[in-house]
């Protein structure tokens, strides 16, 4: 199967401080999908990307799919206590199937 | 989004028993899958549901250890059977293709089933 290396593995930030992290593979990926997990709660779908060079916003959070198509990165601006979760980067390969991320659990601190 | 229910949310079964997982979405999806998520871990793919046939199994898994059923566009189950310790994991239906404007290639995911095998 095809290998999406995310980064960083976790992070603890303060409240307020900005975020971001990403997402690469040697292989070509037509989607990147990032979603966030709550505890106890399936992945909820955050932001989609289709192109390559697509940069898109959600609120304080805005993701980029890169150039190469191998590659994908989320920002988190202002974070605040409710930003806490694992984020995973998911990627459509082939048209035809998802491969997840590793995720990056984020701690923030009040 | 479409709304995805499963059923039980969680349990707790004992080694060499069988539990049957559902998922139930409140629009016809053409496309529903499982996944498993290990304690810790990213997601991983068990199988694609398909509707009139017989499921698509990834590497390592197989149908006598995970049997899928999908009657109809809007309903899916997963039956983990002859449980062991290694199946504790929260088991996830995810469904893609969703009217209402959804892009067809965005998967959205059910709460999860959190299972424990004692």
């Known amino acids: 199967g095809q290998q999406l290396n995310q980064s960083p593995q976790s992070m603890f930030i303060q409240e307020g401080e900005d975020v971001s992290m990403n997402c690469t593979s040697s292989s070509i990926f037509n989607t990147w999908l990032w979603y966030k997990q709550d505890p106890g709660e399936g992945p909820v779908l955050l932001i989609a990307l289709y192109k390559a060079g697509e940069l898109t916003s959600n609120g304080r959070l805005t993701a980029q799919f890169g150039i190469t198509r191998k590659d994908s990165f989320l920002n988190i601006s202002a974070s605040i206590p409710s930003d806490v979760g694992i984020y995973f980067c998911a990627g459509l390969y082939n048209f035809n199937k998802f491969y997840f991320g590793s995720g990056t659990k984020l701690n923030v601190k009040p | 989004s479409a709304v995805i229910s499963q059923k039980p949310s969680r349990d707790i079964c004992q080694r060499g028993t069988s539990l049957t997982i559902q998922c139930q979405v409140d629009s016809q999806v053409t496309m529903m899958f499982w996944y498993r998520q290990q304690p810790g871990q990213s997601l991983t793919l068990i199988a694609t549901?398909?509707?009139?046939?017989?499921?698509?199994?990834e590497s390592g898994f197989v149908i006598d250890k995970f049997p899928i059923s999908r009657p109809n566009l809007t309903f899916s189950t997963l039956t983990v059977s002859n449980m062991s310790p290694e199946d504790s994991s929260i088991y996830l239906c995810?469904?893609?293709?969703?009217?209402?404007?959804?892009?067809?290639?965005?998967?959205?995911f059910g709460p999860g089933t959190r299972l424990t095998v004692l």
């Open positions: 995810s469904v893609e293709g969703v009217p209402q404007g959804a892009r067809y290639n965005e998967q959205f």
């Open positions: 549901a398909n509707q009139g046939s017989e499921a698509t199994y």
